[in-house]
């Protein structure tokens, strides 16, 4: 077990390389980068154009060359490209993530700013969908071929179709705007300070309501169904029949010889679900409720070509990623002993 992880972990270094390299390579075509951006801001005469080390500067006309040498060493683009992503990958390997280019914050910063949205947002969706989904699940597979059965998958199956990002607008002109009965942007209210301990709790339950709503209609969907199919495969296996011959009730058959082995997929993908809650926050979802977290900080760290934020965010998520696969994987031998990584 000690190698395997071991390995694992070795295996994650080229991963991780594959990914950065990959990624600044693009970085490095993509037209409108900080120095252009710089300039179009300072609103220089159009046209024309500077070379750069790496790139040709359109709208830089004007410009003394001097301040453009200065500009390009402010954002490091002085330096060759290789130089600059081994520079990069040194910072990484001591988890310095790097300083934004606009935001006058460092990437560390950044997040930590962000994070409280998304682990609202990822919490509610990970523990509501389980509490739902997995007994929903057993429900259906006790009564599969009934009309619960059917009327249940389906509403489960209108709930996927939707997109999270149509149902949320739905949400937000009916409870939000027609009936207001919740709040159509942020965490929490403006007198959020003036509050008392029960009403921010109310507060705060009252904005998140309907991103969360949004969010978790489709998301246990397919938690449901694989939790009873599971339950059904089971079901129908030997040491079920054995169980009930030897006269134990339907009710001790399924929660003390079922459950276990017809969890066996659904809590294996507890930590990549988990995890993912936290950083694989919806955009739209965001953008909609006006929710500052870490989806909306990506997409206008791309928009913006705030590289620093883009590579540095990539990095982290890319690790935690790997790390929660691993964890992953060792789930299973934890709830199932007969599987042996030998």
């Known amino acids: 077990m000690l190698a395997y992880i071991l390995k694992r ?10 990914v950065l390299l990959l990624t600044f390579v693009v970085v490095q075509f993509v037209p409108g980068g900080p120095v252009e951006q710089y300039l179009a801001e300072a609103k220089t ?3 024309g154009g500077v070379e750069g080390a790496a790139f040709t500067y359109r709208g830089g006309q004007g410009v003394d060359p001097k301040r453009l040498a200065e500009i390009k060493a402010l954002y490091g683009f002085d330096k060759p490209a290789h130089e600059r992503f081994f520079q990069m ?3 990484f390997a001591r988890f310095d993530l790097g300083k934004s280019f ?6 560390w910063e950044l997040v930590k700013e962000k994070l409280p949205v998304s682990i609202s947002l990822g919490l509610w969706t990970f523990f ?8 929903l699940g057993v429900a259906k597979a006790v009564r599969a071929g009934s009309r619960f059965d059917f009327v249940t998958s389906l509403f489960i199956l209108v709930g996927y179709a939707i997109p ?3 149902l949320g607008v739905v949400l937000l002109v009916i409870f939000g705007g027609q009936l207001q009965w919740f709040p159509l942007r942020g965490l929490t209210s403006a007198n959020w300070d003036e509050l008392s301990t029960m009403g921010k709790v109310t507060d705060y339950l009252w904005h998140i309501a309907l991103p969360v709503t949004a969010m978790v209609a489709g998301s246990f969907a397919v938690t449901t169904m694989l939790t009873k199919n599971a339950f059904l495969e089971e079901i129908r296996k030997q040491y079920v029949l054995t169980a009930r011959a030897k006269g ?3 009710r001790q058959v399924l929660w003390k010889h079922v459950f276990r082995n017809a969890l066996i997929p659904i809590i294996t993908g507890f930590p990549a679900a988990f995890i993912g809650a936290f950083f694989a926050g919806s955009l739209l979802i965001e953008t909609l409720f006006s929710l500052d977290g870490l989806g909306l900080l990506s997409y206008e760290s791309v928009i913006r070509r705030d590289y620093p934020v883009v590579l540095g965010t990539l990095y982290l998520f890319t690790l935690i990623g790997l790390v929660t696969k691993l964890i992953s994987d060792l789930c299973y031998v934890w709830v199932d002993p007969r599987v042996k990584f030998d």
């Not at 972990?9 to 080229?14: G, V, Y």
């Open 9 to 18: 972990f070795l295996l994650m270094i080229p991963t991780l390389l594959g």
């Open 45 to 47: 005469a159009p046209g």
């Open 89 to 91: 990958l040194g910072q």
């Open 102 to 107: 606009f935001q006058n914050k460092s990437v």
């Open 128 to 135: 509501i969908s389980y509490l739902v989904a997995v007994p």
């Open 164 to 166: 999270s990002f149509v």
């Open 248 to 250: 134990l009730s339907e």
